[in-house]
Nanobody
């Protein structure tokens, strides 16, 4: 059974930083694409960032110069460092795992950027 532990969401002011973490259990630790998507109510879920098992990252256009994704070397974990946050970054952020056969989603963590 796949389980997610997501943490790091919260309320911050514009221009500040926030770090998200996601630790996954119950999957094989090899050949998993991991990352983050986000969604605002009433809008489509959009790519934030994903990272391959070999460390290749792909970022959404709106965050590529501000966010950095990384993964743990010894565990099934993915992290997202979000810098220079903007109000339009406000969304529910969902941890994502793609094993090549099955896609899994975390429960989501709220990020709110507001002055």
């Amino acid at each position: 059974q796949v389980q997610f532990v997501e943490s790091g969401g919260g309320l911050v002011q514009p221009g500040e930083s926030l770090g998200l973490s996601c630790v996954v259990s119950g999957t094989d630790r090899v050949l998993h694409v991991m990352g983050w998507y986000r969604q605002v109510p009433g809008q489509q879920r959009e790519l934030v960032a994903v990272i391959t098992p070999v460390g290749t990252a792909n970022y959404g256009e709106s965050v590529k110069d501000r966010f950095t994704i990384s993964r743990g070397a010894a565990d099934d974990a993915v992290y997202l460092q979000m810098n220079r946050l903007k109000p339009e970054d406000t969304a529910v952020y969902y941890c994502y795992v793609n094993t090549g056969e099955t896609r899994y989603w975390g429960q989501g963590t709220q990020v709110t950027v507001s002055s």
